[in-house]
């Protein structure tokens, strides 16, 4: 099994694959909810960055200043190579369970595509995925918004999000791919399949999310100091 914990994995695998690559949802798939719940003139963070478009398709859609961080150096410069000419897109060598570069109550945002994902899949999990969120809770401002995309049903990531005092609402989202072959298959462009927000402390909503196959999951965290209006997605 990869070691997708490691930094030594990651260093190898961006020497060796320097290509875009985004972890089950691009921006087409995210935009409904990282419009409603980020301004565009928002300060955001976005943690295990990779080689993901997420944030270049973001500043073409009007986003102003996102931060990037990885651990792994290979990356990191790969990327600031390549976006050189986007002053609105920052990169920077960071451990997301330990970013002492990074201010407290800094951002308004952070995004996480997979990061914890990759985390949990290594030793001492829980502990090292309480570190991440810890940090992620620290560098938000009151009010902030964290946006956690994942394949971790409610039953794999609520305890360790409950940790802090967040208000914590789930979406669930069909995978790219049943999306993608749906519209191959129909012959026409299908929009993401979006479900929610569900409220996290609806126990019996959260076990019947934690049943749903072929969906992928995003957790809308905030700050619970100075919260925005939770009113209904635009349709």
């Known amino acids: 099994m990869p070691q997708y914990s490691e930094v030594a994995y990651w260093d190898q695998r961006y020497a060796r694959e320097p290509v875009p690559f985004d972890w089950y949802q691009g921006y087409h798939g995210l935009q409904i909810i990282i419009n409603y719940y980020l301004k565009k003139n928002y300060k955001l963070l976005q943690v ?82 309480k570190k991440a969120l810890g940090e992620i809770y620290r560098v938000l401002r009151p009010g902030g918004v964290f946006l956690l995309i994942t394949y971790g049903d409610p039953h794999s990531r609520l305890e360790s999000l409950k940790c802090f005092p967040w208000v914590i609402h789930v979406f669930c989202l069909a995978k790219k791919e049943i999306v993608d072959e749906t519209s191959n298959n129909f012959e026409v462009v299908t929009q993401p399949v979006i479900k929610g927000p569900y409220p996290s402390d609806n126990e019996d909503c959260m076990d019947a999310l934690s049943l749903v196959e072929n969906m992928h999951f995003v957790y809308v965290c905030q700050k619970v100091e100075g919260l925005i209006d939770d009113g209904p997605l635009p349709s």
């Open 48 to 129: 295990g960055v990779g080689t993901s478009r997420l944030q270049e398709e973001m500043v073409e859609a009007g986003f102003q200043d996102i931060t990037n961080i990885d651990y792994s150096k290979v990356v990191i410069e790969q990327m600031k190579k390549q976006h050189e000419s986007i002053p609105q897109l920052s990169y920077l060598v960071s451990d997301v369970r330990n970013m002492p570069e990074i201010k407290t109550k800094s951002f308004d945002g952070v995004i996480d595509k997979g990061t914890l994902d990759a985390i949990v899949c290594g030793p001492n999990a829980f502990d090292n995925g």
